[in-house]
């Protein structure tokens, strides 16, 4: 008697495009706000080496706005909505199921973009155990990489002697991934600038 196992290959998060409400950020300011009346651009989509483009553009529906996606031979239209916050207002996407979310996802060989949670997408880190020697090595790999891509990212790490809200996060993140030099050197170098003043 032979016995198969069979099991579905899980798509990553990392593996797929991610549409962001912040790529967007000035075309749903201007639509919400109506200062023109066309809205639109294109979105540059990369998976790897391959390259591609999508057009979109912001259409007024009455009570809300909406995205219009084109990938391909494909259209999608997104709804979009808004929560108001003590600094202004944030946009979000609507997904197909109902999902209020800042960010929607389109997986190599997929046609439309969306959430999380419809495509079973799960993150790198949750596919191994941490616990046996390998898993602790590769995660303490992809943390290390994570980390070099986050540092990049920030423009300036302090602002009047103390450290800035993303240079803070950065070194709490280095903590917990057990990279104590990261926040050595960044008390060193906040003591350094302390002694001049």
């Given at each position: 008697m032979v016995l198969v196992y069979a099991y579905s290959m899980k798509t990553l998060?990392?593996?797929?495009?991610?549409?962001?409400?912040?790529i967007l950020k000035k075309d749903l300011r201007r639509a919400r706000e109506h200062k023109t009346n066309i809205i639109d651009g294109f979105i540059n989509i990369s998976f790897g080496k391959m390259q591609s483009v999508a057009d979109y553009c912001i259409e007024d529906?009455?009570?809300?706005?909406?995205?219009?996606?084109?990938?391909?031979?494909?259209?999608q239209k997104?709804?979009?909505?808004?929560?108001?916050?003590?600094f202004g207002i944030r946009s979000w996407f609507v997904c197909d199921c109902d999902r209020r979310v800042a960010k929607l996802y389109l997986p190599p060989k997929s046609k439309f973009f969306k959430c999380r949670h419809c495509y079973k997408l799960t993150y790198e880190l949750n596919t191994f155990n941490r616990r046996s020697k390998h898993?602790?090595?590769?995660?303490?790999?992809?943390r290390a990489i994570k980390m070099i891509n986050t540092r990049e990212k920030i423009r300036s790490t302090l602002y009047n002697g103390k450290p800035t809200n993303r240079f803070d996060r950065f070194l709490k993140l280095s903590g917990l991934a057990g990279f104590q030099n990261n926040i050595d050197d960044a008390k060193v170098l906040l003591s350094a600038i302390n002694s001049f003043n």
């Amino acid at each position: 008697m032979v016995l198969v196992y069979a099991y579905s290959m899980k798509t990553l998060v990392e593996s797929c495009f991610i549409l962001d409400t912040k790529i967007l950020k000035k075309d749903l300011r201007r639509a919400r706000e109506h200062k023109t009346n066309i809205i639109d651009g294109f979105i540059n989509i990369s998976f790897g080496k391959m390259q591609s483009v999508a057009d979109y553009c912001i259409e007024d529906g009455g009570e809300y706005n909406y995205l219009i996606i084109r990938y391909g031979a494909e259209e999608q239209k997104v709804k979009l909505a808004e929560s108001q916050l003590y600094f202004g207002i944030r946009s979000w996407f609507v997904c197909d199921c109902d999902r209020r979310v800042a960010k929607l996802y389109l997986p190599p060989k997929s046609k439309f973009f969306k959430c999380r949670h419809c495509y079973k997408l799960t993150y790198e880190l949750n596919t191994f155990n941490r616990r046996s020697k390998h898993g602790l090595v590769f995660y303490r790999t992809n943390r290390a990489i994570k980390m070099i891509n986050t540092r990049e990212k920030i423009r300036s790490t302090l602002y009047n002697g103390k450290p800035t809200n993303r240079f803070d996060r950065f070194l709490k993140l280095s903590g917990l991934a057990g990279f104590q030099n990261n926040i050595d050197d960044a008390k060193v170098l906040l003591s350094a600038i302390n002694s001049f003043n």
